[in-house]
């Protein structure tokens, strides 16, 4: 059985798991509201879900047509748009927003104010730091080619996103490596690299004793 404080909002069909909890002034299933410029898909969409033992926390908001797995936290004054996968086991900081049609792996933390652009892919057991920005629209906002080529970063199983750092349109994050703090992503990093600087250049290999297979 859910628990839902009398303060939240939680729109007709929405689907809570076992032990679900949705907190203070928490919304979930709300309905997109769109720009007439917006790149976001119109069609209708089904109920909002939320996995067993989820939080929603104080103020959260997650739009109808997500699903959010078993186990998450939202955090306090986060979102989650809409066609939103979020696996289990994830953690949205305060304040950070997962923009429309994004998957997020099983694991994954997101930490306060980050920003996940839409059409982004994080696989599993990623770590974003708070204050991240990713990006989807080299032509921001200009053009009409730019409908062909919105793309958010992928970024790969178990890579890590230091504090502040920007990940620029459709660049891919390899597996596990590592982008410093502050750091400008401009092109793909390799698999397993520790990158710093504006623009990110590959400084060496990330230590053995921090890959996930040695945890």
């Known amino acids: 059985m859910a628990e839902i404080h009398p303060s939240a909002i939680v729109y007709e069909g929405t689907v809570l798991g076992e032990g679900v909890r949705i907190l203070e002034n928490a ?19 089904p109920p909002a879900r939320i996995g067993d033992g989820t939080v929603v926390s104080t103020g959260a908001i997650v739009f109808a047509g ?17 066609r939103v996968e979020l696996a289990d086991d994830c953690i949205l900081g305060r304040g950070s927003l997962i923009e429309n ?8 933390r997101i930490q ?28 921001m906002g200009r053009t009409e080619r730019r409908h062909e080529q919105i793309k958010g970063p992928t970024i790969r199983r178990g ?34 690299m520790l990158v710093v600087g504006n623009p990110a250049r590959v400084i060496r290999a990330v230590n053995e004793d921090e890959l996930l297979e040695n945890q």
Do not use: H, M
């Open 27 to 45: 919304v979930v299933g709300k309905q997109p509201s769109l720009g007439s410029k917006s790149t976001a898909r119109r069609d209708p969409l």
């Open 112 to 139: 306060a104010e980050a920003y996940i652009t839409a059409y982004s892919t994080l696989e599993e057991d990623v770590f974003i730091a708070p204050c991240v920005v990713t990006t989807n629209d080299n032509f």
């Open 101 to 108: 049609d994004t998957t997020v792996g099983a694991g994954t």
């Open 66 to 82: 997500s699903t959010v797995g078993a186990n998450c936290i939202v955090g306090d004054q986060s979102c989650i748009r809409e």
């Open 159 to 192: 890579a890590r996103i230091g504090g502040g750092a920007i990940i620029c349109p459709a660049v891919e994050v390899g597996e596990e490596a590592f982008v410093g703090a502050g750091a400008v992503v401009t092109k793909d990093i390799p698999a397993r």
